[in-house]
């Protein structure tokens, strides 16, 4: 099985930073895309960036230019930078892998417990 510890959520002002971390652990045999999503209070889940591992990013058009999802693939650990932070990112953001445990297993998605990102006007 695989793990995935987020850390650094918490309450900043709108026009402030965090920075997210995710590290996988456990059983890996290869991670292949690694991201984040995100689902405020009554709201779908949503894909907020993902990490492939040739390098390939993509990004939700509401969070590019403000957002950067980079990669340690030494260190299993996906980032997330978020700049520019509005009120409306407030939310739970769950880490989010594709992983094999074994050249004999099927690609598998993981999920982190989510940490809480909280954005004040």
């Known amino acids: 099985q695989v793990q995935l510890l987020e850390s650094g959520g918490g309450v900043v002002q709108a026009g402030e930073s965090l920075r997210l971390s995710c590290a996988a652990s456990?059983?890996?045999?290869?991670?292949?895309?690694m991201g984040w999503y995100r689902q405020a209070p009554g709201k779908q889940r949503e894909l907020v960036a993902l990490h492939t591992s040739g390098g390939t990013t993509d990004y939700a058009g509401s969070v590019k230019g403000r957002f950067t999802i980079s990669r340690d693939n030494a260190k299993n650990t996906v980032y997330l930078q978020m700049n520019s932070l509005k009120p409306e990112d407030t939310a739970v953001y769950y880490c989010?892998?594709?992983?094999?445990?074994?050249?004999?297993?099927?690609?598998?998605?993981?999920w982190g417990q989510g940490t809480q990102v909280t954005v004040s006007s």
């Open positions: 989010h892998a594709e992983a094999q445990v074994s050249w004999l297993t099927t690609r598998t998605y993981y």
């Open positions: 456990g059983r890996i045999f290869s991670l292949y895309v």
